[in-house]
Structures are given as C-alpha cells and as structure tokens.
C-alpha cells in the first residue's frame, strides 16, 4: 500500500505514480471509469472517481508544490483518461477543477484533512464529495443561505412522502388476520414514519443547523448551546407537526417518537468533535496542549455540556446530548479488511459495492450515523458516493493511526 504522502513523488505523474490509495495504479483508475460506462445517472460515479484519484496524486506531491503545478499535470491526466474511455463535455472538467483547487484552499497539505476551522457536517461541503443534488452555486452563498436551502430540501422530501399519507391514513395498510379477517397494518403505518423521520428528516435538518451555527462564527461551549436550543425547537415542531399529525389519524400511540432523539445526539457528538478540533486549531501552543490532555478533556466543566432546560411537555420527548465518543479505529480497520478481500486490488466501481455493503452488514459492521445499513443507504439517494465516501473516511482512519 502506497504511502499517504511520498516525499520522492513529483508533480509528473505516470502508470506507475503513487497516487489514491484506492487506485493503486492509473491503470486501476482507468479500470474505474470503464466500469461506469453506460451506468444511470444515479449510480454514475465517474465525477467521484476522477475527485479523489486527483486529490490523492496532488497529495502525494510535495506540500511545496503551488495549486497551478499540482492540479495542471493531475487535470491533463484525468482528462486524457476519461475522454479515451468515456468522453464528458468541457463543463464535466471544470468542475472537476474548481472542485480540486477549492479542495485544496481548505486542506492542511502535511495531513491531507480538511482544517478543523472549515470542516462541516454536510459531507458535500468538501468539495470532493459530490452531491448531485446541490449545485456548485451554494458553495458561494451566506450562511443563512445555504441554511434555507437545506431546510427546503429536508422539508421539501418529507412532504413528498408525506403526501401519500393522505390516501395511506384515508385507507390504511392492510393485512390478513389469523381468521382470515382484514385489519389495517398499523405496525407498518408507524414504523414507515418513525424510518422516515428518524433516518432522513431529522439528520438532514439537524446537520444543517450545525452547520449554520459554524458558518455563523460560534466556538466552543456557546456552539453547543445553540445547538441544543436549536435541536429541542426543532424536535418539538416535529413531533407536533410531523409525527402526532399523521399517526395521530391512525390512531398511533406517540410513544416511538422518543427514539428519535438518538438523532439529535448523534448530530451533535460530532459538532462536539469538530468545535474543540477548532479550539485547539485557534489556541496558543501552551493552551492546544492542555486542550488535547486526556485528563482536561475529562474535566470538562459540566456547566458547558448541560442540556438547556426543556420547555417541551412530557409528552414531546427531547434528547439529552452526552460527550462523543472516540473515533472508532478498530471499526475503520474492520472496514478497510472487507473492502480489500471484496475487492482484491481492482478499481472500487459501483457494480460491486453490492457485495461490499452486504458483506458489511453480514459481519455486524456498524453503517454511519443515520443510515438502517450498509445495504439499504446504498440503493438510496447518493448511495454509491456515500458508501465510496465511507471507505475513503475508513482508509484516511486507518492511515492516519500508523
């Protein structure tokens, strides 16, 4: 396995240049493109592939090479490749370009990650994560901006589901009884909402008001308050308008509804781990090393990590946010294992992240924070990137550990 950053590697590259780690050769990225010819636009991966054997190669590049001499050579290969195999108009190439120059305004050149000061929630605010559905227009916009836009499309996708409910809730699901009888399903009516809510709501929304609180400047233990405040509103106006509003149709009992604030606290462990990552970005060297001492992290004043009080009634649930944990290094080794015996050296292609993601879920690996499994998120929206994107992450983990 190449190494992260080859201090020896030049600008050139060649068949034989030590770039990603997920193409072990030019020739492995070849065999990436080749393997989405012809593929639907959903599962068309070629913008990705192109991204990250880019920033790979520039990485392994040394750090005192300015942006024009690494990205020029990296460009001249990418589209020499593709449009030998599978020709993209000019506009594909720009924003390949735009992508990785973005990229690397907002890296740490010896680490190859994101600078903690400019780490988001939303995986498509780094600029080698696609998302087909955001355009590159709302990279440039303000905070509150890109805060609406979110909400618009969180809201936007649960009322498209929800709309269905109106003939669902006028004519519920129904089933066959043990004497022969038909009763409405309402066991599926409920968890079809609460999967709905829990899995693709709440995460989204929750993600885009951290992301707004960072975009806004806010540090530290204040970051946190917001949040907390932010998130109880936002589980309550879900559950008075989302949740009781439909199951309440069907006669549901609301109870459920309580698990769903394990969203909440997913959302913000990892807000937790990027406002200190911040904190000790921005300290004096005296102060990052207090901040990075085991026992100070432990000492945490427990002022700064309460929940604000709940304004909400019993009946309206909220969440209690605790410490994050640790990342998982063993879980991202585990990771990295499957993917190399799936695999086996070849180009990582959508046509076999089938039996990755279910060789994952065969082996109790853990999915991501909001996803039911490894193979359910992948024939969702995007599900080829954020699976790709979940290996890179393992990989980077697994690096960065040695």
Partial sequence: ??????????PELSDGHEGAFLFESRGAFRKGIELNIGALPFLDTTLSIALEFGAECILNMPTSTSPNEAVGPVMAVIREDIDAIDPRPPDFYAEIEWRLFRWLSMIDRSTGEV?????????WRNPIYPNTAIPTAIFEA?????????MGIAETRFHDYAYRWDE?????PVVAGA?????????????SLYREIRFNFLPDALDAIGDLILDSGARGAEALRQFDERANSLMHDTWEHKWDRYLSRVAIRSEEFDETRHAATRVREELERIVWAIEVEEATPKQADALNSA??????SETERQTPPNAAS???PCYTPR????RDYARAATIVRIADETFQGTAIGAARFDDFCEALDRQGVRPPRGWRSWTDKLYGDDGAEAVRKALYDARRSTRNRK
């Fill in 142 to 150: 303000s905070p509150e901006e890109i805060y609406r836009f979110r």
């Fill in 115 to 123: 600078r903690p000061a400019l780490r988001r929630l939303a995986t």
């Fill in 168 to 172: 669902i809730c006028e004519r519920a």
């Fill in 314 to 316: 019993p009946k309206e």
């Fill in 295 to 300: 026992a100070v992290l432990e000492d945490v």
């Fill in 1 to 10: 396995m190449p190494s992260l950053r080859a201090e020896t590697a030049q």
């Fill in 179 to 191: 004497n022969g009888e038909v009763i409405p399903d309402e066991a599926w009516i409920a968890d």
């Fill in 323 to 326: 410490r994050g944990p640790e």
